[in-house]
């Protein structure tokens, strides 16, 4: 395995920003990860596993570490005809999208709302993945990973790896286990997830899309948000969704409504939307809250800016440095906590931030 000395990072994150790693390598198999972490150990350095970069921001000073791209190739179906349910194993390296076409060119549901999330399969139960009223942990049956602390091969089912939202037992415990490989279990020839209220839209008077109607609508509406990766499109040049969903207790939504209303942040009959979510709580829109705290989709911050086409999405307008990124999400953080009591937490993980004064995100 080769492993480099100093480089850049920007290249392998879809944000493109960000210094270098002081040592990097790609692992292909187990081999691979065996190598780079005695390596690193022998020289006390932190280790950061990289997937496809789409979920990150790395610091201008870069990542004073081992960064280690995971590549682990190959689809393998577990359970073959006539079983009604698909039991599939991925590669950690596997391209995110190419898996989803895969399973929706063998008729195999559950993942085709999934559709166009760029990075990889050993990326997704990280994060737990979601969209469009799918998520990964859905139909993760079971994730093998690389346990750094035990080091050892360790099998996590579905409930050992404590899927939430945009969490999971692997963001928790962060830099411990490296997934390997994660089994799906999807079912053959089952009804496409269509519920979601943009696909509803979409659909208006089709009944029954199949799973591959349902993946090009994802498609075409992931495009017009700028939340399909296309390097033509520089809305696409971020990391995705930058800001969490606030979720907040009840009691809290009615303070924070009067707090809007009486501040005239909000009109007295203004509504602000809101969905329901576990354990009574309320899950409210941080593309809404951020639009209504002053700033509009394609707002410039320097090099840095919101994307033109969806609130949420914080850009790289060219040539953007890390700092210009982390000095708009303090800003947008600052006004909506001004606007309406509420923390917006970032959804990507931050690398080499030690010396910003806030705590590095892995
Ligand atoms: C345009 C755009 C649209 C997006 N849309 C969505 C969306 O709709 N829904 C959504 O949920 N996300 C979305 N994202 C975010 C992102 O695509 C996902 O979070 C994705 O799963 C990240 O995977 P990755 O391989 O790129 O991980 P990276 O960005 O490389 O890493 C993210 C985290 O996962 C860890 N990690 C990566 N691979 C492994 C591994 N093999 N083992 C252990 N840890 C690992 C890293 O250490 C890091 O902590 C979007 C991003 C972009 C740029």
């Excluded at 829109?285 to 919101?306: C, N, V």
Aim: glycine share 10%; net charge neutral.
């Amino acid at each position: 395995m080769l492993i480099r000395e100093n480089v850049s990072l920007a290249p392998f994150t879809t944000l493109g920003v960000g210094g270098p790693a002081r040592f990097f390598a790609a692992a292909s198999d187990e081999n691979h990860i065996a190598e780079a972490l005695s390596f690193a150990r022998a020289r006390s350095l932190p280790v950061f596993t990289l997937g496809g970069g789409s979920n990150l921001v790395v610091a201008d000073a870069g990542f004073h570490g081992f960064v280690l791209k995971i590549e682990i190739p190959g689809i393998r179906p577990l359970s073959a005809p006539p079983d009604a349910d698909a039991r599939i194993a991925v590669g950690a390296g596997v391209e995110w999208d190419a898996f989803v076409q895969y399973c929706v060119s063998r008729n195999l549901a559950g993942v085709e709302a999934l559709s166009g999330i760029p990075g990889t399969a050993g990326g997704a139960p990280v994060q737990n993945i979601g969209a469009y009223g799918q998520e990964a942990g859905e139909t993760i049956a079971a994730v093998h990973a690389w346990d750094t602390r035990a080091d050892k091969i360790v099998e996590l089912t579905r409930a050992e790896c404590a899927f939430a939202y945009r969490g999971s037992v692997f963001s928790a415990a962060a830099g411990r286990y490296i997934v390997l490989q994660t089994e799906f279990l999807l079912q053959k020839n089952g009804r496409p997830g269509a519920q979601y209220a943009d696909l509803r839209k979409y659909f208006a008077g089709s009944v029954n899309p199949s799973l591959a109607e349902v993946r090009s609508a994802v498609l075409e509406i992931r495009k017009s948000k700028g939340m399909l990766l296309d390097p033509n499109d520089s809305d696409s040049r971020s990391a995705g969704s930058f800001f969490k969903n606030p979720v907040v207790s009840r009691d809290e939504f009615a303070a924070l409504k009067q707090k809007a209303r009486a501040a005239g942040v909000i009109a007295p009959d203004e509504a602000i939307p809101c969905f329901d979510a576990p354990e009574g709580n309320i899950k409210l829109a941080a593309a809404w809250l951020i639009e209504h705290s002053g700033f509009s989709k394609g707002y410039a911050h320097g090099r840095a800016g919101i994307s033109k086409k969806h609130a949420l999405a914080l850009v790289n307008r060219g040539g953007a440095s890390s700092s210009e990124i982390v000095s708009l999400m303090k800003l947008i953080q600052e006004r909506v906590a001004a606007s309406f009591g509420v923390a917006l937490n970032p959804e990507p993980v931050f690398i080499g931030f030690e010396t910003w004064g806030f705590k590095e995100k892995r």
